[in-house]
């Protein structure tokens, strides 16, 4: 019998790739593009559908076993729906159905960073393991969780959405959710510069700014996470400071899945892990015991890179049962 292909999808915030590949997780091709968040929410999934068509190329469509998207959230899992992302202006965008429609394959939606939790589990770190939790820090921050074997879903597939546990109670930051005092708005790719710039003003109303803020100072709000990270390797004192205080709240935020999940592993991925593993990692690993009640698991950057997400979708889309309750 000629062996079957599927098509996993990983949707970021600016960002889509997509692969063809085996149940044995091979790929065997992929494609990525930069995504247009135009105002038609019909332009922007046709951008969806037409790089799926890229990857199939050339292949009968008897032989796609069917395709998966994995995307940033809050999703309606059951309904197809992506109600809402923190980084898009749609709301309730019906991208299953559209998907089958468009492209005649079984389709499936699963949270993004669920996704790689899956990944992980089947190809990565998890391998073997039961209580496994991963962590995405990138341009938003996500968290999938698989306790006793199984993937956390939650009643409409949102489960383990830890970028939006409150870290500040005080609410000094806005997330992009529109809510406020969220792990993601301090310690994402889009938080950090948010954060540096809170932290200048705090430092200079106190009187303990530094006489200079370094390059950092100069055009702050035009700075980025790199800029924060960068600057820091340098040993720019303020940016040490700002990246000290990121590595505190992540480890809060670490103390909370620990306590919330209690995982013998936590894997790391996303840019901003991915590009910075110690900074990121090391803080964590410090820390992280001083907020948690339940014993600290092994803390470490994902060894499949930014490939978790995409190799989870791929399972997916062979074994739908990976998303049922």
């Known amino acids: 019998m000629e062996e079957m292909l599927g098509v996993g999808i990983d949707l970021g915030a600016t960002r889509i790739r997509a692969c063809l590949g085996t149940r044995t997780g091979r790929i065997l091709r992929r ?5 247009v968040v135009s105002a038609a929410v019909g332009e922007y999934l ?3 559908s037409t790089i799926v068509a890229q990857v199939t190329n050339d292949v009968p469509p008897g032989k796609i076993q069917g395709v998966c998207l994995a995307s940033p959230g809050p999703l309606d899992v059951k309904r197809g729906l992506i109600t809402h992302t923190a980084n898009l202006p749609y709301r309730d965008v019906p ?14 939606l699963v949270n993004d960073a669920n996704a790689a ?5 089947e190809r990565g770190a998890g391998k073997g393991r039961s209580n496994i939790f991963y962590l995405t820090i990138s341009t938003g921050i996500g968290g999938g969780a698989i306790v006793d074997g199984r993937l956390l879903l939650g009643k ?10 409150t870290i500040d109670s005080l609410g000094r930051l806005t997330c992009g959710c529109g809510k406020r005092g969220h792990w993601e708005a301090y310690c994402s790719g889009t938080g950090i510069p948010a954060l540096a710039r809170l932290t200048w003003e705090e430092l200079e109303k106190s009187g303990r700014a530094p006489s200079s803020g370094g390059k950092l100072r100069v ?4 700075v980025n996470a790199a800029d924060v990270f960068r600057e820091a390797e340098r040993g720019d004192s303020f940016a040490l400071h700002v990246v000290n205080e990121v590595g505190r709240l992540n480890a809060i935020g670490v103390a909370n899945i620990t306590d919330a999940y209690d995982p013998e592993l936590v894997t ?24 948690a009640i339940n014993r600290v698991p092994e803390v470490r950057i994902t060894p499949l890179g930014d490939n978790a997400g995409l190799l989870g979708a791929l399972s997916v889309s062979f074994d739908p049962s990976l ?3």
């Open 46 to 48: 046709e951008q969806i």
């Open 219 to 222: 055009g702050m709000e035009s």
């Open 95 to 108: 991208v299953i159905a559209f998907l089958k429609e468009s492209l005649g394959f079984e389709a499936y």
């Open 156 to 165: 409409e597939g949102n489960a383990a959405e830890v970028g939006h546990i």
């Open 31 to 35: 494609k990525a593009r930069n995504m």
């Open 117 to 121: 939790a899956l990944g992980e589990k």
């Open 323 to 325: 998303i049922s309750p």
């Open 268 to 291: 790391i991925g996303g840019g901003v892990a991915l590009n910075n593993p110690e900074r990121v990692l090391s803080p964590i690993r410090k820390m992280a015991g001083d907020y």
